[in-house]
């Protein structure tokens, strides 16, 4: 099926995915969990077992900085959720998507995610883009067309991998520089 739409919005998916599949291979079980700031939400063991990420309704102003496990949830959190209502039958509420609990089955989690995305994407006819049916009961987005879904997914997971992007390099940065900033000019204490 040749459509310019869903080809665009694939295309989208697929440049901005490649950013992530660059940050990969610095995400592991320590970055997810790296702080860059007290008060950071984070992915943490819950009672039963099961990794829970930190929230807040209503969320707290301002929102709290995140670790990149956070993020790593948030993206399939979102994704699950969507797909869920747009090409299955429901989602299960935020607090049953639990983060899978160490880097690499997080990296496979919403790689998978994206895959099961992208091939739905790739059935739809352009009449289905315009459908607002697909988003009925979608948190977000609920009335939109299915063709401003996938933009804002594009867009939504755009800013998730340019937050891990920043993580990532502030806490090599961090590691670097023994651990604190260094002043604009120059080295530490110097002008």
């Not at 700031?37 to 309704?57: I, L």
């Not at 900085?65 to 935020?94: M, S």
């Not at 993580?167 to 530490?188: E, F, I, N, Q, S």
Request: charged share 20%.
């Amino acid at each position: 099926m040749d459509n310019a739409r869903v080809d665009l919005l694939v295309g989208q998916l697929d440049m901005v995915w490649a950013l992530f599949e660059h940050h990969a291979g610095a995400i592991d079980d320590e970055a997810c969990l790296w702080e860059p700031a007290p008060g950071a939400w984070s992915v943490r063991p819950g009672v039963d077992g099961r990794w829970v990420a930190d929230w807040e309704v209503p969320g707290p102003e301002p929102v709290p900085v995140t670790t990149v496990g956070w993020l790593t949830w948030h993206i399939g959190y979102w994704w699950t959720t969507t797909l869920g209502h747009c090409f299955g039958d429901g989602a299960p509420a935020r607090e049953d998507i639990a983060w899978p609990g160490d880097a690499g089955a997080a990296v496979r989690w919403i790689g998978a995610l994206k895959e099961e995305w992208r091939t739905a994407l790739l059935g739809l006819a352009d009449g289905e883009l315009d459908s607002t049916e697909r988003t009925r009961g979608l948190p977000w987005g609920e009335g939109l067309p299915l063709s401003a879904v996938a933009a804002w997914l594009n867009f939504e997971l755009a800013k998730n991998v340019a937050e891990i992007g920043s993580v990532l390099h502030l806490r090599g940065a961090l590691a670097a520089g023994g651990g604190r900033p260094t002043p604009r000019g120059g080295p530490a204490g110097g002008a």
